[in-house]
């Protein structure tokens, strides 16, 4: 689906930019899981860091896409995946981003993202960037096309401490410019869990500049979007996964049936909105 060429004689194996899973579900929503994955590309090397620092969660967000997976399962709904880490090239920013490859991601320094000339910054948005919108796009576009404009979900996580500023919330919303269906979002969880402490464009808003998804997909194509973000020591274990996915798949149909959509193969397989999940 996506036209980006290989470089057979740099790369010592070949994994596409950007995956897609269940691309036929019938779900009216559409996810997108722009920060999946802590691969670096071969050419890239380690781009300087420790194995360690490759695991944190400057490189990627942590659980993201096993919540996203799991959540793809439930809703019946796409999944778009990026393949590459944040810090080759971060598919959640604008291109003309001064962070889109950063130099300094919290407070590490990144030294293979010193000194990026313009080619080398042209050359990750065609092989990573581009890719990922370009299917992003292309699981919209179809749906608009066969009547059913979808709902898109952004699957994120988040670090429970950053520049040492604990982050209380256990899960953020962030609306794009229209927050309707963020607000019913938050509205079902509150519902769900009335002790659930929702963070309300938390732990940043779409003024961060850190939400070119919503922006170009949501915004850019006249859809409704919103951007969930899960501190990730929530979605470490099986059980935390689960249980997310579970819960953000009853609070996500819910937000969709109070706003007027209709129930979807959802309630044939799992029978109501709120009260778990034994089919
Ligand atoms: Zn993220």
Redesign the pocket.
């Known amino acids: 689906m996506v036209g980006h060429q290989y470089d057979l004689g740099r790369e010592a194996s070949v994994v596409p930019p950007v995956l897609v899973f269940n691309v036929t579900g019938r779900s009216p929503f559409v996810l997108a899981c722009?920060?999946a994955s802590n691969r670096f590309p071969d050419r890239f090397g380690d781009l300087g860091l420790t194995p360690h620092q490759r695991l944190m969660h400057i490189a990627w967000?942590p659980g993201?896409l096993a919540v996203a997976l799991r959540l793809s399962d439930l809703l019946d709904a796409p999944l778009v995946a990026s393949t590459v880490s944040r810090l080759v090239v971060d598919c959640?920013r604008r291109p003309d981003a001064p962070d889109l490859c950063p130099a300094i991601s919290e407070r590490t320094d990144i030294p293979g993202n010193h000194g990026i000339g313009p080619n080398e910054r042209a050359e990750r948005i065609g092989a990573y960037h581009t890719p990922f919108h370009d299917l992003l796009g292309e699981v919209i576009e179809t749906r608009k096309a066969g009547g059913r404009a979808p709902i898109l979900v952004t699957v994120?996580?988040f670090t429970p401490v950053y520049k040492d500023v604990p982050r209380p919330w256990p899960i953020g919303l962030i609306h794009p410019r229209d927050e309707g269906f963020t607000a019913a979002l938050r509205d079902a969880l509150t519902a769900d869990g009335p002790e659930l402490d929702v963070g309300w464009n938390q732990p940043y808003s779409a003024l961060n500049g850190v939400t070119y998804t919503l922006e170009h997909h949501g915004d850019g194509r006249g859809i409704e979007s919103t951007m969930i973000e899960i501190r990730h020591d929530e979605i470490l274990e099986t059980d935390g996964i689960t249980g997310w996915a579970e819960r953000l798949a009853r609070c996500l149909h819910a937000a969709h049936g109070s706003r007027g959509g209709a129930a979807s193969n959802f309630l044939e397989r799992y029978g109501q909105f709120t009260g778990g999940f034994d089919g």
Request: net charge negative.
């Open positions: 722009d920060h967000d993201a959640n994120h996580s």
